[in-house]
């Protein structure tokens, strides 16, 4: 197999040539790791825009960040979502490699192929996996010049988007300083832990409006989701963590093991294996968050064929091997909300666009429209103003797939009949908000 192998600092650049497992014809990729701190290492992959010959220099930059946190980017972003092969490995219609060059992450440090050498190396908080990613991107930046120029968006899902808040302001500052040089252009919170309280307050009064709940299952999901608002408002956070993972344990008694990913799709054998848990708090909270990223064909895939093609990953790393560490060494910040972090985005003129999944519960769409009226931001009483516009669905036109409303530089996009994952559940009209994101259409 041909390779370029260039040592830039810390940056190792992988390109290969010709075909191989999971590899896309005439497609140009990239991969590597740096070592983010001592005893820490990042893995990201990026594929290159699929247009015409040199067209990712016209095309913007996306990175896409996965939740968890102990998802990987790299894993169930790339061949579950947007990348450009699915885990068949198969074309994906709907890759957002056709309207944007792509860059993976397994972030934080311990997620995927991301890896660090004792448990210590782990981050703690939303502060230290934005401090990792800047050394990253600076890292990348310098080595890839092209992109230098390029817009560069950072997209997320779930508590991705927690962690996507932080780096962009981060990168904004960083960028000011002139410590990191690219054209950041904005970022995207999709169905985005950004205010957990506020989403688990509104569990109940959703799934009583979708009935899914009756009076008594609305009465006991709504006391347990008080008693974790207690714990916030007492500064408990490892506590309120707690009680989330109690009360989805509620929520999952009171309606027959709902889907916490998408309320009208129900795993039967999942479902059993919900309503007979009877693990630690920690280990459900994994169970649920964490493994629906891993599932085993995934990680049958990239441990064995992707692992091969990359050819760099250490023979004592296993993609996700790290994961349940990872969410476990973050559970203190894990019910921390960062509505202030994405109030000052907006006071700094970042573009900031949030979009959500219609059929989503762990994210629902109401806590989302309560944490973004909690915005300080000077602008938001001129967007709560303007009306919602339709967007026809592409796949089924005719059909509205979306609304969404903007005012200077921010932008909210309700999806429909979309859960959390909303490339996997509504691939088109996912492309075309991407598409509208980035200033394509």
């Known amino acids: 197999m041909e390779r370029i192998k260039i040592a830039t600092g810390l940056l190792l650049l992988f390109i290969i040539a010709p075909a191989s497992a999971g590899t896309i014809p005439g497609a140009k990729e990239a991969w590597g790791y740096v070592d983010v701190r001592e005893g820490a290492h990042m ?82 908080d939303v502060a230290m996996i934005a401090a990792d990613m800047l050394v990253l991107l600076k890292s990348f930046f310098t080595s890839q010049k092209d992109f230098q120029s390029v817009p560069f968006y950072i997209f997320s899902e779930s508590y991705g988007g927690k ?40 569990w109940g009064p959703y799934l009583y409006s979708t009935s899914l709940l009756d009076d008594y299952g609305l009465g006991e999901v709504t006391k347990a989701a ?62 649920r968050h964490v493994q629906p990223l891993h599932r085993n064909s995934l990680s049958e895939l990239m441990n064995g064929p992707i692992r091969k093609k990359l050819g760099i990953i250490p023979k004592n790393v296993s993609w996700g091997g790290q994961a349940g560490a990872v969410f476990s060494s973050m559970e203190g910040d894990f019910m921390k909300p960062v509505v202030d972090i994405v109030d000052q985005l907006l006071a700094a003129g970042v573009n900031v666009t949030v979009y959500n999944g219609q059929l989503d519960l762990i994210v629902d769409t109401i806590g989302q429209e309560l944490w973004v009226k909690k915005l300080k931001w000077a602008g938001l009483p001129y967007f ?32 429909l009949k979309a859960g959390h994952m909303i490339p996997s559940d509504q691939g088109p009209m996912a492309m075309k908000m991407l598409r509208m994101v980035t200033q394509q259409e």
């Open 384 to 415: 709560t103003q303007q009306r919602w516009t339709a967007l026809d669905d592409p796949s089924a036109p005719g059909q509205t797939g979306a609304f969404f409303k903007t005012y200077k530089n921010f932008a909210f996009y309700w999806i």
């Open 226 to 287: 008080k008693a974790v608002e207690l714990a916030v408002e007492q500064g408990q956070f490892q506590k309120a963590t707690e009680l989330w993972s109690i009360t989805e344990s509620v929520v999952e008694q009171n309606t027959n093991g709902v889907n916490f990913y998408n309320i009208l799709t129900q795993d039967p054998d999942e479902r059993a294996v919900k309503l007979s848990d009877r693990a630690g708090y920690m280990a459900a909270l994994k169970r």
């Open 43 to 124: 893995f990201w992959w990026l594929y290159y825009a699929s247009g015409e010959l040199g067209s990712h220099k016209h095309l913007p930059l996306v990175m896409w960040l996965q939740g968890g946190p102990g998802g990987s980017s790299c894993g169930f972003g790339n061949f579950e979502e947007i990348g450009p092969l699915d885990r068949d490995l198969a074309p994906r219609n709907t890759t957002w490699v056709k309207a944007a060059n792509v860059l993976f992450v397994d972030n934080p440090v311990g997620t995927g192929y991301s890896y660090t050498d004792t448990e210590d190396a782990l981050t703690k």
């Open 163 to 202: 962690m996507a808040a932080a780096i962009a302001l981060e990168l904004t500052k960083a960028i000011e300083e002139s410590t990191i040089k690219c054209n950041f252009a904005g970022v995207a919170l999709g169905d985005s832990w950004i205010s957990p309280l506020d989403s688990v307050l509104t």
